[in-house]
Every structure is written in C-alpha cells, then in structure tokens.
C-alpha cells in the first residue's frame, strides 16, 4: 500500500507547496467558519454581544488547541510508521488513538458545561457581555464531540500526506455555519444564542458526512476492529509526542486569553476592538500556521525513513516561502487594519481599537514566518518536549510580564499591549535557532562516523 503523498523522494519545494496548499485553504476556511458567528452577530447584534461571541469563542479555542495539540502525537506516530512502511502498526496507532479521544470528548463537554460561569469570570467579561459569554461556552461545549471528531480526522489524514480531505471536512462546517447564521442571527434575531447553535450543527453535520466519504476512501494502513482498543503502549507514545504540543498550545492560548482579559477590564470597546484583531489574526497567521502542520507531516515521513538531510532542506523552503506570504500579510494589518476590521464591526470606535492592536500583529507576520517552521520541523522529530519548552518560555517568561507591564506603563494603548505577542516570538525563534544549531551538530558527527 502506498501513502497518498511520498514525502520521501522527488523535488522537495513542489511537494511541500502541493501539500500545504490544501492545508491553507482549510485553515482559511476554519478561519471564516469562526469569523462568521462574529461578522454576523457584529452586523445584527451590540458591542456587548460582540465582546460575549469573542470571549466566548477564545475560550473554545482553548479546548480546540488542546485537542489539537493532543492530535499531534497521532499525526507524527502515524507519519513515521508509513514511512517505516509499517501499515499494520500505523493501524494501531489510529485504533488507539480513536478510543483515546472518545474519553477525550466525554470529559471535555462535562467539565466545560460545568465551569462555563467560572471561564466568563476570569476572563473578565463586561457585565453586559457576561450572560451571552456564559450561553456560548455551554452551547458549543454540548458540541465538543464534533471538535473533537473534527480535529482526530484532521490529524489522521495530515499523517497519511492527504491535506484534501481536511479541506472538504472544513468546508462543508464553513457552508453550514454560514447559512445557520444567516438563518438563526440575522434572520430568528437569537443572537449569541443562534451563532453558538449555527457553529454545533455545522460542526455535527460536517463529521457525519465525511465519515461516510471516509468509508469508501482507501487507506494506506490495515485498520480492523482489534486494533480499536485501549492500547497502552501505543496510546503512551502518542501522548509522550501529543502532551507536550497540547500543554504548549494551551500556555501559549492562555497567555492570549489573559492578554483579553486585560483588555476587557479596558472597556467594552477595547474588548470588542481586540476580539475583532483575534478574529483578523486568525487569517494573518493562516501561511505560517499552515506550514507548521504541513512541516510537521513533511518531516515526519522522512524521519521514519532515515533522510534527515532532506528534512533540513524542507525546513530551510518553507521559511523561504513563508516570509514571501508574511510581507504581504504585515503590509496589509499594518497599513490597511482598518478596512480589515471593517469588515467584522461597523463602529468606528471598535474598527480603530482593533486597527491600533493590529498594527502590533503584522510585526509578528514578519517573525512566525521562522517560528512556525521551526515549530513543524520540531514537531516531525518528536521533538515535542523542547516544543513545549520554547513555548512556555514564550508564554509566561515573555508574553505575560510585557502585556501586564504594557497595560501599566500606557494604560489604554492596544498597540502597546499587542507588542508582547513579537516580544515573546523573537525570543522563541533565538531558543529555537540554538536547539536546531545543536542538533544539526549532533546529527553531522553521527553521520561522519557512520562512514568511518
């Protein structure tokens, strides 16, 4: 059997390019499918019904990237079994990893039914967005099955080198809550209420469907009834690989939840300005996101199959062509953040709050370019651990002190506020600059004495 993409041989830029490309237009599309519940809530709806759909949506994208991060581990177990050419195995590691993320789920909805009053208060949501806040999280969290079977696919197909089908999944969920919204906001009045029902049966919708494309699909890897178990040891090495990227991931959310939560105690403005940036940051970020899941893949196959040489080579293209798109990406926050914003709010005074903090994201267009490749490179080695380190240094050693000192020293200033996010990213590209100088170093002694 043979994979859907070879990472192993050919051109290495093309391959990439090929690959990531699908993974773009799905996160594009995942981008939309969140923007969508705040365009059309901030087209029919208040300030305070915006800042309650911003809260409350980057508290589910808390959940998400956990899950995400956990998914990982399947994404990079399974890449390298198929490029060990070992099918049975990498059918092992998707049976485990099934059942694994079915507990997952269960717990997930409980716990976030249960703390939803908890999550609004800490996020300092303005009195007026409170209430709304408190009806999305449980709303969606009745959902967190779907999250959770959306991202388990993802990952599974992101191992195999097939970036097409994560963009079909996507793109039904992005009809479907586009319409829902149209439909339940905009036309049945219900608010947060209906954007938070639009984003559930969008998300149901859109597994059961490609779970049955899935069906007729043919897979690179041996997946019987015997291997949808709890197996131990193949669920441990998932989570040795998945934890650290998940534990990463939500340091480096949290990081951002509190830096909104700063600005919520700014105002309802400077709440709805940043929950509007969020959004647009969600599509600022696609090229640099998407080529830290493509390079995870990438990496991942020809670490099973021995071509370290051709990973370093694949890290080194896809900095190349990220920081092509990041120029693009910066020119556009940094000079045209209010037509940007526009498009989510029509209140001037959200649209130049969300420009001001905006002008501090396109800075950091310019630095993930690096970060994020670095990160993909990382993450295909199984090199999570470091992963999480970097980011926890980023998170709480650099982003946090400078957004608390920022809001201090000019208080009421977003761009201030908005710059902890470079901050924090020039010093993780330093710590992973050094890591892949010492590794590379360790891999070229190795391969000298090889040929001795």
């Known amino acids: ?46 300030a305070a019904d915006i800042s309650a759909v911003s809260t409350g ?65 800490v996020m300092h949501a303005p009195a007026d967005a409170y209430a709304g806040t408190v009806t999305y999280v449980r709303i969606c969290s009745g959902g967190a099955l779907f999250i959770v079977a959306y991202n388990l696919l993802g990952s599974i197909f992101r191992g195999l080198g097939d970036s097409r089908m994560p963009l079909l999944t996507v793109f039904i969920a992005c009809v479907l809550n586009i319409g829902g919204d149209l439909l339940l906001v905009g036309g049945f009045g219900m608010g947060v209420a209906g954007a938070a029902i639009a984003t559930v049966f969008a998300q149901a919708v859109s597994v059961a469907l490609s779970l049955l494309i899935i069906r007729r699909k043919h897979l690179p890897f041996t997946l019987t009834r015997r291997d949808l178990r709890f197996d131990r040891a193949v669920i441990g090495k998932i989570l040795r690989l998945g934890s650290p990227v998940a534990l990463q991931d939500v340091l480096v ?148 002190p400078v957004a608390f000192l920022m809001s201090r020293v000019s208080p009421g200033s977003l761009f201030h506020l908005g710059l902890s996010t470079p901050a924090s990213t020039v010093v993780q590209i330093g710590l992973c600059l050094g890591w892949y100088l010492w590794q590379k170093r360790k891999y070229d002694r190795l391969s000298a004495l090889a040929e001795i």
């Not at 994979?3 to 594009?28: C, S």
């Not at 630095?367 to 090199?383: A, E």
């Open 57 to 121: 949506s980057q508290i589910m994208q808390s959940v998400t990237v956990v899950i995400t991060g956990l998914a990982m581990g399947v994404t990079v177990l399974l890449g390298q079994k198929l490029g060990e050419d070992k099918p049975e195995e990498a059918g092992r590691a998707v049976g485990s990893g099934i059942c694994l993320f079915a507990a997952v789920a269960l717990v997930v909805t409980a716990l976030m039914l249960a703390a939803a009053p908890q999550l609004a208060t």
């Open 253 to 400: 959310n949290l990081s951002f939840l509190a830096i909104i939560a700063i600005a919520n105690s700014m105002g309802t403005i400077a709440s709805a300005g940043v929950g509007v940036a969020e959004k647009l940051c969600a599509f600022v970020m696609l090229v640099p996101s998407a080529y830290m899941q493509s390079m995870s893949a990438f990496v991942a196959q020809n670490v099973g199959a021995g071509k370290e040489d051709r990973a370093q080579k694949a890290l080194l293209c896809g900095v190349a062509s990220s920081l092509a798109a990041g120029l693009v990406m910066f020119w556009a926050a940094f000079f045209h953040g209010d037509v940007l914003a526009g498009l989510f709010a029509e209140d001037t005074a959200v649209i130049a709050a969300a420009w001001e903090y905006l002008k501090a994201y396109a800075i950091d267009c310019l630095l993930t370019s690096f970060l994020f490749c670095f990160v993909g490179y990382f993450n295909g080695h199984g090199n999570t651990v470091f992963v999480m380190l970097q980011g926890f240094a980023g998170a709480i050693g650099v982003r946090l």
């Open 1 to 46: 059997m043979q994979k859907e993409h070879d990472f192993t041989q050919g051109a290495i830029l093309p391959a990439l390019l090929k690959f990531a490309l699908p993974v773009l237009l799905a996160l594009l599309l995942q981008a939309m499918y969140g923007a969508v519940d705040l365009q059309v809530v901030g087209k029919f709806g208040t």
